[in-house]
């Protein structure tokens, strides 16, 4: 037995209902019997496009390589994954390897991890392919499904069963899809062609993929500026230090925007509860209702600073912003997170560098890793 649409075939998950088996592994997508082939409603049909991506800034000589080897890898039919740090810039290499799939009238799908980001990502596609129609799907964003571009959450891409002739998925690293056995089936059976893998921090199982030539790796460590990555000063602290360090830092040298990040929603409640006496600040959490309104203020310069939870480590591009991490040892950050909070420092050609600060009471694995890590892309400059 198995289900066509998650590839289950592991019996626990059957279930015998009027003498039909169907699968309980993908139920929450709708119930499918076993030998059921998912219905696939798609019925726009692509034409051959012939568009050009009008970018606003130019792509830097690394991203033009990136993105030429990328488009060579899937003529060649093969999987690639795109291996580059924070603020390198890699959703502009995908541009040329959609441009030559959109013109060969195939079918292009974009997934994402996060809501937030899908629709960020389908706004500036829409953008740059000015002529064709690019349409987000997530939650709240389901009443068109079709189009020449789609843009989803993982989670979507069960519409979209054998469908896509290429598939970027970007963000592969991140919850839910990680770890995730039957988001990563979904998104297989999706794909008909070939995928795109983007992230700046590989996972293990990945990186075999690479080895064993299953998948080809394109890597760019450079950001469009030309400047290092920016290392965090780690400081060993017990944390009631670590909190009067802050004070000190937001009364004293405070000079740009600023991102707190803590481990727990707690935290980030509390903290900002007691700063919010002194400073304009707040926090932000996956709880929080207002998070637009929030990042907005922030980003105005009404706030001062803003305690995150790791709902923030991503995605976000905040000009010339500085970051603290508390807690810095706790486990909620693992060495991917880590990797990305301090990203979020000198993405921008106007502001390449920064400040950042991880508070730890002691230097643990991630920490150390995530050091390393930047090193060594810094090392490949
Ligand atoms: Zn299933």
Redesign the pocket.
């Known amino acids: 037995m198995k ?6 075939e592991d019996e626990k ?1 059957f279930y015998l209902d009027k003498n039909v088996y169907y ?5 929450q ?1 709708g119930r ?1 019997d076993v030998g059921q082939e998912p219905q696939n409603k798609m019925t726009y049909v692509c034409k051959k496009h012939r568009i050009k991506p009008k970018l606003k800034f130019e792509l830097t000589s690394n991203q033009k390589a990136a993105s030429s080897q990328l488009v060579a890898y899937f003529k060649e039919g093969k999987d690639s994954l795109v291996y580059a740090c924070c603020g390198a810039g890699k959703t502009e290499i995908t541009y040329e390897v959609l441009t030559y799939a959109l013109n060969q009238g195939l079918k292009v799908g974009f997934a994402i991890s996060r809501r937030q980001v899908v629709l960020e990502i389908a706004s500036r596609l829409q953008g740059v392919f000015k002529t064709i129609k690019v349409v987000p799907v997530c939650e709240g964003y389901t009443q068109i499904v079709d189009g020449d571009l789609i843009v989803c959450t993982m989670h979507q891409l069960y519409r979209y069963h054998k469908t896509f002739n290429l598939l970027i998925m970007d963000e592969v690293d991140a919850f839910p899809f990680k770890g995730s056995d ?1 988001l990563e ?1 979904i998104a297989r059976h999706a794909c008909v062609g070939n995928r795109v893998f983007l992230t700046a921090t590989p996972t293990d199982e990945m990186l075999e993929s690479v080895k064993k030539n299953e998948l080809k790796m394109i890597k760019l460590f450079v950001r469009p500026h030309g400047f290092p990555l920016v290392l965090p000063e780690i400081k060993v602290r017990p944390v009631s230090v670590q909190i009067i360090e802050l004070i000190r830092l937001v009364t004293k040298t405070l000079k740009n925007p600023l991102l707190i990040f803590v481990p727990t929603i707690r935290d980030a409640v509390t903290l900002s509860f007691f700063f919010k006496v002194f400073f304009p600040c707040d926090a932000l959490t996956s709880k929080t209702e207002n998070k637009e309104e929030i990042i907005d203020k922030f980003k105005k310069g009404e706030l001062k600073f803003i305690f995150a939870t790791t709902v923030l480590e991503r995605g976000i591009t905040i000009e010339g912003v500085d970051i603290v991490v508390l807690k810095s040892n706790h486990p909620v950050f693992d060495e991917a997170s880590l990797i990305q909070i301090i990203g979020r420092v000198g993405r921008s050609r106007a502001h390449p560098t920064g400040l950042g600060i991880f508070y730890c009471t002691k230097v643990n694995e991630a920490i150390r890793a995530c050091v390393s890590s930047l090193k060594e892309m810094n090392e490949a400059l």
């Open positions: 289900c066509l649409r998650c590839g289950n998950y699968c309980r592994r993908c139920i997508f499918l039957l089936s």
